[in-house]
């Protein structure tokens, strides 16, 4: 059974340039223990998907269609209900953890907080469970790290620390938002395997949202690839990336790699005023006229006019 | 091989900092390289290695504690008034191009902004303004627009037309394409190519992002902690780092090829501060293959053959 079920989610802002169609009809399934990631470009919708499920969205955003996660429609949830799940069956971490760490508070607070707020429990047993996370997240000399300040972490630890706060009441579904995009190669690494070693040791599932391809193909199993607000292709990792369908994953994979440049051509359209029938093709290079006109359905994992025939 | 652009030597940069007790960050701690005409030459490494310190003291932006540049044969660092003259044939490509150009002008005004200052508009703005848009694929609607009405990658391409406004024949790049999407990334880096094909500039590339890198320069030198580990052929070093730094850089990088997966070496550990960096080799705390001389002696950068370059005592 899918633990996470979104289906048909529309998220609209009007603002004075027009309506923006943030999310367009995104279908996604998350399966129990499985993990999917949702590439695509920046502006392409894929943190609106992950603020939809988390119901984190600005107040102006006009959302419709169905969140289902473990048999509740999380957008019909009372603002309570939905405080239960957020943080202890739904945990997210974000790109920059120094803007989600309170700086006057030290990073073992922080972490002891969680702890306090899910499962009441004393300061003293909140902050041994801390000192405990943090040596699971491989912070070194965590009784000395518990009580020193977001500033004097770096920013692969404090990348830790939000891991630490994110799994502290063992969540179902960790939701990353680019939570490696910022840090170096070699620190981006560590994290790497560690939230991989976490999410199989303790089944969680996870959703990574990130423009780096090759992170995606790294660390999940399914990947979803986003473009203007819609899911043009899902599918396996293994298979997806090898043998891409759609026109806008192959020439992704292909803009920079070792066989060269090879850039797409235009940029990505305003979300106000995206183009008619299929969203990619002012750029694709296999346009036909079928492609301005109809938009594309979703087939066999992939939206394109190309694939519906075959 | 074309003429010597650039010559640095033995290059250092020491920011001060503390007010009761002095203490240096070594930002460059004695760099030395040569970038010839028409070449590519980057520089590899992570934040705070002293990468961009490097650009900026080649141009002089920032000036350096010691060492010597020198532009064509000239010492730049010896110039005072001539530098003025000198510096429309070395110019630079910033990463921010939000960050660079001034919000309150307009495209026209930021695309002759170089030739009004040194004095060459001799009304022949507007045409230049043209010419330079058409050579970034931008279109003249642009001209009278502000920078916040452009998308990032067009930012980037003005940036880059100021760059080339008084046709250099040396550019620093720093992170031209980090900021933008994929997407938009290999079209900049594209664009850096074909302009370089027909004006024969020498780059310096400065980028952490090894790929790109890959693809952008002949010759590369790998920075840690304001050293260069290692300096040879793009291919060579690619095909057979010899450092243990560059080994494990190289394979840090995600790919979506699974094959190209199996070796990854992990590293320990995070960059030290340069304010006191570590004794002997600067790497062998995180260092996989550290042996007891590399805590104590500081290895010399070496030729190891043919021009690849490498700082290590175990360098086979």
């Not at chain 1, 992170?215 to 203007?228: L, R, T």
């Not at chain 2, 693809?215 to 070093?237: N, P, Q, W």
Request: charged share 25%; proline share 5%.
């Amino acid at each position: 059974m899918d633990l996470l079920q979104i289906s048909n989610l529309y998220v609209n802002f009007t603002t004075k340039a027009g309506v923006v169609r943030a999310s367009d009809g995104v279908n996604l399934e998350i399966k129990q223990g499985e993990s999917l990631c949702l590439v695509g470009e920046s502006g392409c919708g894929k943190t609106i998907v992950a603020l939809g499920i988390m119901r984190l969205l600005p107040q102006n955003a006009q959302i419709s269609g169905k969140i289902w996660f473990k048999g509740k429609e999380l957008l019909s949830l009372g603002k309570e209900e939905m405080r239960r799940i957020r943080g202890r069956e739904i945990a997210m971490i974000f790109e920059q953890p120094a803007t989600c760490l309170d700086p006057v508070f030290t990073v073992g607070d922080q972490i002891a907080e969680a702890m306090r707020v899910h499962e009441r429990c004393s300061g003293k047993e909140s902050k041994e469970k801390a000192i405990d996370l943090m040596e699971m997240v491989e912070i070194p000399s965590p009784q000395k790290r518990f009580k020193q300040y977001p500033h004097e972490f770096s920013g692969g630890m404090q990348q830790r620390a939000m891991i630490a706060i994110a799994l502290s009441y063992n969540p179902s579904l960790l939701i990353a938002d680019e939570p490696m995009t910022f840090l170096d190669v070699t620190i981006q690494a560590q994290i790497m395997e560690l939230l991989k070693d976490l999410v199989s040791k303790f089944r969680t599932s996870l959703l990574l949202i990130t423009h780096d391809l090759g992170v995606a193909a790294e660390m999940c199993d399914g990947v979803a690839v986003m473009y203007a607000g819609e899911i043009v292709e899902k599918g396996r990792v293994s298979e997806v990336f090898k043998y891409p369908k759609h026109p806008y994953t192959k020439a992704l994979l292909g803009a920079i790699s070792n066989d060269g440049l090879k850039p797409i051509k235009g940029s990505v359209p305003e979300l106000t005023s995206l183009p008619s029938g299929c969203k990619f093709h002012p750029r694709c290079p296999l346009v036909r006229d079928v492609c301005r006109e109809a938009r594309p359905e979703m087939k066999n994992g992939v939206r394109c006019h190309l694939w519906e025939k075959s | 091989m074309g003429e010597k652009l650039i010559e640095v030597k033995n290059l250092k940069k020491y920011f001060s900092s503390g007010i009761f007790r002095k203490s240096y960050v070594k930002a460059v701690d004695g760099v030395s390289f040569e970038i010839r005409k028409g070449e590519t030459f980057a520089l590899v490494g992570e934040s705070g290695c002293g990468k961009s310190t490097v650009g900026r003291c080649t141009l002089r932006l920032v000036e350096p504690t010691s060492g010597e540049v020198y532009f064509k044969g000239i010492d730049i660092l010896g110039l005072n008034r001539e530098l003025r003259d000198l510096r429309r044939k070395m110019q630079i490509i910033f990463q921010d191009a939000d960050g660079s150009l001034n919000p309150r002008m307009r495209i026209l005004e930021l695309l002759v902004e170089p030739l009004r200052v040194h004095g060459l508009l001799n009304g022949r703005g507007m045409a230049e303004a043209l010419r330079l848009l058409e050579l970034v694929n931008l279109t003249p609607d642009l001209l009278g627009r502000y920078p916040h009405e452009l998308s990032g990658g067009q930012r980037q391409r003005v940036g880059i037309a100021r760059a080339i406004t008084l046709n250099p024949e040396f550019i620093v790049a720093d992170e031209p394409a980090a900021s933008l999407d994929l997407s938009v990334q290999a079209q900049m880096l594209d664009l850096m190519k074909r302009l370089q094909g027909e004006f024969g500039m020498g780059y310096l590339f400065i980028s952490h992002n090894v790929n790109i890198v890959r693809l952008m320069a002949e010759r590369i030198a790998v920075m840690y902690l304001g050293k260069f580990v290692e300096v040879g052929d793009t291919r060579k070093i690619f095909n057979g780092a010899a450092h243990p730094y560059t080994q494990a850089l190289l394979s840090a990088v995600p790919t979506t090829d699974p094959s190209a997966r199996q070796n990854r070496i992990v590293l320990e550990g995070e960059i030290p501060s340069p304010i006191n960096p570590p004794s002997g080799c600067r790497f062998h705390p995180r260092c996989p293959e550290a042996k007891a001389v590399c805590s104590e002696v500081e290895p010399a950068l070496q030729d190891t053959g043919s021009g690849h370059l490498v700082a290590c005592h175990f360098a086979s």
